[in-house]
């Protein structure tokens, strides 16, 4: 079995959960079997797993390992319908379709809030003591069950957290207290597993307890670190086979200097510290390997992909240049500082002055509160405000609808480790345009062929490119035509050797 380990499948996911969860696809469309293992507790997990194109079975999380309820079905929790709530005594009261409340004798007992984007399905209940103070919250799953329960202190800190199996037994207890003015998680107590009590300090010492579960239980399987903050578990781990690391971004804010330049801190873990417990390190591009070769000449690091397109969707028809919005720009990422995402709109400031309509679309999830704003404020500034849109962070058939949509593809980061977004672009035959960055970027732009790749932070030189596209539809079509030629080396049958190969 291969394991691809990981913190969570998020609500909002960055490149390093999608290209996990593709490597998973990939396997197991190959006849590899590969589960894509989490830590975090997350009631929304089975609906995050499917909005990023995954099945239940391939998704294995530690607490719904230790809970039972790891292939439990979704059956919906109306809050009308909750057995615990004897309808005869207890009256439920509606307050908009957000929350209701339980009342009994004229006094406000519990509280039942509507779990998200649904109608009238129990997210949790929080119950109240004379005082009003809150001395429980009960929270469902987004399949239907009441999955834990946490107590609070009278002044409303949380004192424990008890997650539970199907017949509503306990089966994991997380105590908290404070430590030095903050309430934390000081001890996890995993319950009457095998026969025993079992107590760990924190959730990284209970999730090597978990994985040394598993590799048990599967002799010869192979571990996959995906996450810097889970290096040194893996690292730990008994009884793999082999055990591997995985790169998905740059390893140093040195953008000019890979082979010298100081490591971020969440990669000492792994190219330093513990680097003797992996088999080898793993990056998608020679470009990173050589750089890393030359910094650390004694440890083993292997190219292996960071995506692939399935046979499937390389086999639709080609969308033609009348089927896409015209003169629209695409941005697919996340918008934070290090993206670069100003630099797309002052492009587009300059793609107007010669093509009026053209448009660029946002599709990304903002890192702070303050960056969206920022960006709006900026395309105010420059004028092009009604040319800017900022779309939804999107999965599945609404982010494929983004590519369809879009003439081309623009690339604004100060680095990157791959650039999955680019591949994605191409498969639907949008051209790109990308700054000359490390990394990623030489093996993605065959410049001239399937897009253009302009120096890093010319804004001007990039409008060109774009307005030159956007503008000659021979040459569009041209470049579409070699985007999805790209698109084609990353099908299954060439991207699994290199896979088989990195994990040899």
């Known amino acids: 079995m291969n394991y691809f ?20 696809k990939l396997f197991n469309a190959q006849g590899q079997p590969a589960l894509y293992v989490t830590r975090n507790y997350n ?9 990023i194109g995954l099945n239940q079975d391939e998704v294995l999380n530690m607490y719904d390992y230790f809970q039972g309820t790891t292939t439990v079905e979704r059956k919906e929790q109306p809050l009308r319908l909750l057995d615990q709530i004897p309808l005869d005594e207890y009256h439920i009261e509606g307050h908009g379709p957000n929350y209701s409340t339980i009342n009994h004798a004229g006094r406000e007992l519990a509280r039942i809030n509507v779990m998200p984007a649904t109608v009238g399905l129990v997210n949790d209940i929080l119950y109240y003591d004379r005082f009003g103070n809150t001395t429980a919250r009960e929270n469902y799953d987004w399949r239907g069950f009441k999955s834990s329960v946490d107590y609070f202190h009278p002044n409303g800190a949380l ?12 089966v994991i207890e997380v105590m908290h207290m404070n430590v030095n003015g903050n309430i934390l998680p000081t001890m996890y107590k995993l319950l009457n597993y095998k026969g025993r009590d079992w107590r760990f300090n924190t959730e990284d010492q209970m999730f090597l307890f978990f994985l040394n579960e598993l590799t048990n239980e599967n002799p010869g399987s192979t571990l996959v670190s995906d996450r810097r903050s889970l290096d040194h578990v893996v690292a730990d781990v008994q009884f793999a086979a082999k055990k591997f ?12 200097n890979p082979v010298r330049g100081k490591l971020y801190d969440a990669y ?82 300059r793609v107007v002055k010669s093509i009026p309509d053209a448009t660029l679309a946002f599709h990304g999830y903002p890192s702070n509160a303050d960056i969206l704003n920022e960006l709006k404020a900026l395309a105010k500034q420059l ?17 494929a609808k983004a590519y369809t949509e879009a003439q ?7 680095a990157e480790g791959f650039g999955m977004n680019l591949v994605e672009a191409m498969s639907y035959g949008v051209p790109v345009v990308s700054y000359d960055i490390t990394y990623g970027t030489k093996e993605l732009v065959d410049d001239g062929m399937n897009g253009y790749v302009v120096p890093a932070g010319a804004h001007g030189d990039m409008a060109d490119r774009l307005t030159a596209i956007l ?3 021979g040459l569009w079509a041209a470049l579409s035509e070699g985007a999805y030629r790209k698109a084609q080396t990353f099908s299954a049958d060439e991207m699994m050797p290199l896979w088989q190969a990195a994990l040899q």
């Open 245 to 256: 690391a995985v790169l998905h971004d740059i390893h140093t804010p040195d953008i000019k």
């Open 5 to 24: 380990i990981s913190e969570n499948v998020f609500t909002f996911n960055s490149g390093t959960e999608h290209s996990q969860m593709k490597r998973v």
């Open 383 to 399: 004028d092009v405000e009604q040319n800017v849109i900022f779309g939804d962070y999107v999965t599945g058939e609404k982010l």
């Open 159 to 170: 004192a424990v957290q008890k997650f539970l199996n199907q017949d509503g037994v306990p």
């Open 471 to 473: 503008s000659d539809t």
């Open 268 to 349: 000492l873990n792994v190219l330093e510290r513990r680097v003797k417990d992996f088999d080898a390190i793993l990056v998608p591009t020679v470009e990173q390997q050589q750089d890393l070769q030359k910094r650390y000449p004694g440890v083993t690091f292997r190219v292996a992909p960071d995506t692939f397109v399935d046979d499937a969707h390389l086999a639709v028809e080609h969308v033609k240049l009348p089927e896409r919005l015209s003169h629209r720009i695409a941005y697919v990422g996340r918008l934070s500082p290090e993206k670069r995402p100003d630099q797309a709109i002052r492009a587009l400031a």
């Open 43 to 51: 009631r929304f997990l089975a609906r995050d797993v499917a909005s």
């Open 408 to 414: 081309v593809i623009v690339q604004t980061s100060v």
